[in-house]
């Protein structure tokens, strides 16, 4: 943020001068981003005061704005011992009230270190967030009776605070170190106006009803099993079913673009991954075993496998560029208290691909694989935009290859005339990256896909093939998964359509609700040649009336419902109910067939 000493109350800008008495604090008051930053984190503060007052033995550790709100990790119990749960929120919410209507100006006190260190010798949590700042100044900020360190801005009165919500309440690790004690973590949002604020809680509601863990319960998509282990998704025959059909669709696509299927090892040997650099990098992530006292590791990627597919023949420049893709399970050890849903798990599968080419060929690799990354979001309807992810502090490979790779990227978008941002220090240990970012029906962002230029594995490999002089070089390797992982986008994509998936992927394309047992011969032979045809058909047949029969249909989102009673069985007809278009309707037998066949091929790939 640049040094402005205004904020700004609609369209009107108002001088706050040196509020602080320190100097000037770059302060808007609208719901830009920038604003949002300094209102939320604001909020923050006046979160803890009341907290504070509610709870005068709290202490206090973080209390950071984040992209969709903000949060505070706190030490605080009640009275009676109990920790806070998420019926305290409300009270927490009330007592932040009454500050606001204090109208407490917020005031800046700059110290030193040591100074603050002297202030807060009895309190060990602030003792921790001492240990994260540089020697030098330190900035504490006082309203009413309370005060953090924090290096701002903020508002200078909590009368701008005054739109805010509490969301959420969970536990976080100090510092996110799971060997240290556990906080309790409060989540909020908070904007500049009354409006801004209904539209997200409006949208926080919404995005409730689709969640895609109830719509996974409701659906017979997946579940989780203690038993099993946390971050361990179990495929339900639903589920299971909508996997597959996502997954022949695109074998079909990546065997017309030009790849070739490939599967490599779940569990390598560690030499493998210390050649890839993985066990120096990306240790912390993995799962390691022993086998008759040589260590293995579970992969966490399937570049390494992919390589050895590489490895296994002489290749010539006349072969390149070879496109290899599996659906590869990976496993990767997330700490408990990300994991959500499909969204963050420990097992998944990725739709992973590499190519292997030229130097001269990255470009035109580049496109084909955004070709097929909007061909892919237009078919479910996503809007997404592009960011190149550069050189992380940890990383392998020198510089100059790191800038090289970083370049193909942007001249590849460049001349695509495809807008992107830049994540400095973003990008994967061995590589710079494109992350695709999609926005869903509720104009939320999610990271999924990415392509990736790895110049640093051909060359730990040692991977080679014969240019047209008969001369060894070097190929270029390019980590591409579009979707990200099964799991994740099916999650992603159960919210985005609240369930209402297209028909050609539905798990169930048809519910067969037989009137009584007479009619039951009928929905079985209906059943089967649907079988015949691709579709996927179910017989509600259980013994319920038949109006629960078909509420159960529809809690599954099957997309058609044929009733099948007298006059169906004698005409060769189905009364047929179309979820999608709300429309009830008759057809013969012949033309239900021809109705679903046509509907199968409504897909863009």
Not at 84 to 96: C, R, T, V, Y
Not at 555 to 575: C, F, M, Q, T, Y
Request: charged residues 30%; proline residues 4%; hydrophobic residues 35%.
């Amino acid at each position: 943020m640049s040094d402005i000493i205004a904020y700004k109350v609609g369209d009107a800008v108002v001088d706050t001068q040196s509020y602080d008495g320190v100097g000037g604090e770059p302060i808007f008051y609208d719901n830009s981003t920038d604003a949002l930053e300094v209102i939320r984190h604001s909020s923050a503060h006046l979160m803890a005061a009341a907290i504070q007052a509610l709870y005068p033995d709290a202490k206090f550790f973080v209390g950071p704005a984040i992209e969709d709100g903000f949060y505070y990790d706190i030490r605080v119990s009640k009275a009676s011992g109990e920790k806070l749960g998420e019926d305290d929120l409300a009270q927490i919410e009330k007592k932040m009230k009454e500050l606001v209507e204090q109208k407490d100006e917020i005031k800046k006190i700059a110290s030193t270190k040591s100074e603050v260190a002297t202030r807060y010798a009895h309190d060990d949590l602030k003792q921790e967030v001492l240990k994260r700042i540089p020697d030098g100044v330190v900035s504490l900020y006082q309203q009413g009776g309370f005060e953090d360190i924090c290096r701002g801005p903020h508002v200078p009165n909590v009368k701008f605070c005054r739109y805010f919500k509490l969301t959420r309440i969970a536990g976080a690790y100090l510092g996110g170190d799971e060997e240290r004690e556990m906080l309790t973590r409060i989540y909020g949002t908070a904007f500049a106006t009354k409006e801004a604020l209904n539209e997200h809680l409006r949208i926080l509601e919404e995005a409730k009803k689709r969640d895609h863990r109830k719509l996974g319960a409701e659906m017979g998509f997946f579940r989780f099993d203690d038993d099993v282990g946390a971050g361990l998704p179990i495929w339900l025959p639903q589920g299971a079913r909508m996997r597959s059909r996502l997954e022949q669709k695109l074998f079909r696509v990546h065997r017309l673009r030009g790849y070739e299927p490939v599967r490599g090892p779940e569990i390598l040997k560690s030499d493998a991954w210390k050649i890839s650099g993985h066990y120096a990098n990306y240790k912390e992530n993995m799962y390691f075993t022993q086998i008759e006292d040589q260590e293995y590791g579970i992969k966490p990627m399937n570049c390494v496998g992919h390589i050895k597919v590489y490895q296994s023949d002489v290749r010539s420049y006349r072969d390149l560029p070879l496109k290899f893709f599996e659906y590869g399970v990976v496993h990767r050890h997330e700490k408990s208290g990300v994991m959500h849903g499909l969204f963050r798990v420990r097992e998944f599968t990725q739709d992973d691909a590499h190519l292997f080419c030229m130097p001269s060929q990255i470009k035109e690799n580049v496109y084909e694989i955004l070709d097929f990354v909007d061909m892919l979001m237009r078919e479910f309807k996503f809007d997404y935009e592009m960011m190149i992810s550069t050189k992380p502090a940890k990383a392998v490979g020198d510089d100059e290859v790191w800038e090289t790779a970083t370049n193909a990227l942007k001249n590849a978008l460049d001349e695509k005339n495809l807008p992107y941002t830049i994540d400095e220090g973003g990008g994967a240990f061995y590589g710079p990256k494109i992350d695709i970012k999609i926005t869903d029906a509720l104009k939320r962002k999610w990271q999924c896909g990415t392509i990736q230029v790895d110049f640093n594995l051909p060359q730990r490999f040692d991977l080679t093939y014969v240019d047209e002089n008969n001369t060894k070089q070097r190929p270029v390797m390019l980590h591409r998964a579009i979707m990200g992982s099964f799991e994740r986008f099916i999650g992603i994509l159960l919210e985005h359509t609240a369930g209402e998936l297209p028909f050609w992927l539905a798990p169930t394309q048809v519910a067969i609700v037989p009137v009584g047992e007479s009619h039951i011969g009928y929905a079985k032979e209906i059943h089967s040649e649907l079988l015949n045809l691709g579709v996927e058909s179910e017989i509600y047949g259980k013994s319920e009336t038949l109006n629960k029969r078909i509420r159960t249909a529809e809690k599954a989102h099957v997309p058609l419902i044929i009733v099948l009673g007298d006059k169906e069985v004698s005409s060769r007809s189905v009364a047929l109910r179309d979820r999608q278009t709300r429309e009830q309707s008759e057809s013969s037998l012949g033309e239900f067939y021809t109705f679903v066949q046509n509907k199968l091929k409504e897909v863009s790939f």
